[in-house]
């Protein structure tokens, strides 16, 4: 069974650069994925960031970027902020029975 | 404004079943794929499957064949998510969410709904 991995945890400092990625146990990750972004805050239902690869939801600031990179699936906060502080999780749609599989989640710290 | 409104908790039995519900509004109903997502406490997410409210077809993540029905009601917008013969694994809170319009993904979510079984 495929498995989508992420960082567990990522540190950054505030006004820093952070670069999480999403990628399979087996495999490459590509634009075909469609690879999408969420970030959840405790108690909270997730909050999408960016879905097909690298386009903002609706109200996302721009310092939330999403890419390919080399074989990874790639979500870039540019300039963190203290309520970056979250959980972050990336999709990928695996194309067999509309099939999305969420990765392990990275959880971010901004100090 | 596009809102995904779930319904309240809920606790069951081992054995039993839930049905959850989630009611949109602010956007055209039939158009836009519904999924439901969950997560265990301290866990993170997982997908549970998807449904077309327009035609009603769905699809299941394979790890809940056969456990799973998702349904809906156009008359009032509304997706339902059933899972039958409830663990205490299946203790989570259930999340709809609105698939991306022509892609993959979703752009908006329900609140959640806390599913407790316990005996």
């Known amino acids: 069974q495929t498995v989508v991995t992420q960082e567990p945890s990522f540190s950054v400092s505030p006004g820093g650069t952070a670069t999480l990625t999403c990628g399979l146990s087996?495999?490459?990750?590509?634009?075909?994925?469609?690879p999408s972004w969420y970030q959840q805050t405790p108690g909270q239902a997730p909050r999408t960031l960016i879905y097909s690869t690298n386009i903002r939801s609706s109200g996302v600031p721009d310092r939330f970027s999403g890419s390919i990179l080399g074989n990874k699936a790639a979500l870039t906060i540019t300039g963190a902020q203290a309520d970056d502080e979250s959980d972050y999780y990336c999709?990928?749609?695996?194309?067999?029975?509309?099939?999305?599989?969420f990765g392990t989640g990275t959880k971010v710290t901004v100090l | 404004q596009v809102h995904l409104v779930q319904s309240g908790a809920e606790v069951k039995r081992p054995g039993a079943s839930v049905k959850v519900s989630c009611r949109a509004s602010?956007?055209?109903?039939?158009?836009?794929?519904l999924h439901w997502v969950r997560q265990a406490p301290g866990q993170g997410l997982e997908w549970m499957g998807i449904?077309?409210?327009?035609?009603?077809?769905?699809a299941y993540a394979q790890r809940f064949q056969g456990r799973i029905t998702m349904t809906r009601d156009t008359s009032t917008s509304t997706v339902f998510m059933e899972l039958s013969s409830l663990r205490s694994g299946d203790t989570a809170v259930y999340y709809c969410?609105?698939?991306?319009?022509?892609?993959?993904?979703?752009?908006?979510w329900g609140q959640g709904t806390l599913v407790t079984v316990s005996s």
């Open positions: 602010g956007y055209t109903f039939t158009i836009y794929y």
């Open positions: 969410a609105r698939g991306v319009y022509g892609d993959y993904g979703f752009d908006q």
């Open positions: 999709v990928l749609y695996m194309g067999t029975g509309m099939d999305h599989v």
């Open positions: 087996s495999g490459s990750v590509s634009t075909s994925s469609s």
């Open positions: 449904i077309n409210p327009g035609g009603g077809s769905t």
